[in-house]
C-alpha cells in the first residue's frame, strides 16, 4: 500500500522554527517529486515547495529564503525546515508524492498543523 505519513508540526511564536518531516512506504521513491502544500480552512490547498529526486527544488516566493526543502532517497523521507514563521504561515501542511509519468498515481497525507501564535 503505497502511503505518506507527516509528522513535525506544532505550536510555535513568531520568527520560530519547525521541521516537518513526511516518510513514503510502498512505493518507488526515486520515481516521485515530493512535495508540501498547506491549506487554511475555507481556502485551496496550495504549494509551499517540492523537489525531485537528484535535488531540482522549487518554491513559491512567499517561502523563498524562509523554508527549506530536502529529500533523503535512502530513508524515503522528504522534510520541509520552516525558519522565521510568522502567523500567516499557520495552516494544516499537507505531503505529497506525485509520479514523474504516471499522474495517476498521486498520494496525499493526512495533514499537520502548524499554529504560529503571539
Known amino acids: 500500500q503505497k502511503q505518506v505519513v507527516e509528522s513535525g508540526g506544532g505550536l510555535v511564536q513568531p520568527g520560530g522554527s519547525l521541521r516537518l518531516s513526511c516518510a513514503a512506504s510502498?512505493?518507488?521513491?526515486?520515481?516521485?517529486?515530493m512535495g508540501w502544500y498547506r491549506q487554511a480552512p475555507g481556502k485551496q490547498r496550495e504549494l509551499v515547495a517540492d523537489?525531485?529526486?537528484?535535488?531540482?527544488?522549487n518554491y513559491q516566493d512567499f517561502v523563498t529564503g524562509r523554508f527549506t526543502i530536502s529529500r533523503d532517497d535512502a530513508k524515503n523521507t522528504v522534510y520541509l525546515q520552516m525558519n522565521s514563521l510568522q502567523p500567516e504561515d499557520t495552516d494544516v501542511y499537507y505531503c505529497?508524492?506525485?509520479?514523474?509519468?504516471?499522474?495517476?498515481?498521486?498520494?496525499w497525507g493526512q495533514g499537520t498543523q502548524v499554529t504560529v501564535y503571539s
Open positions: 505529497n508524492a506525485r509520479h514523474l509519468w504516471l499522474p495517476a498515481y498521486n498520494y
Open positions: 510502498g512505493m518507488i521513491f526515486s520515481r516521485y517529486t
Open positions: 523537489i525531485r529526486s537528484g535535488g531540482t527544488t
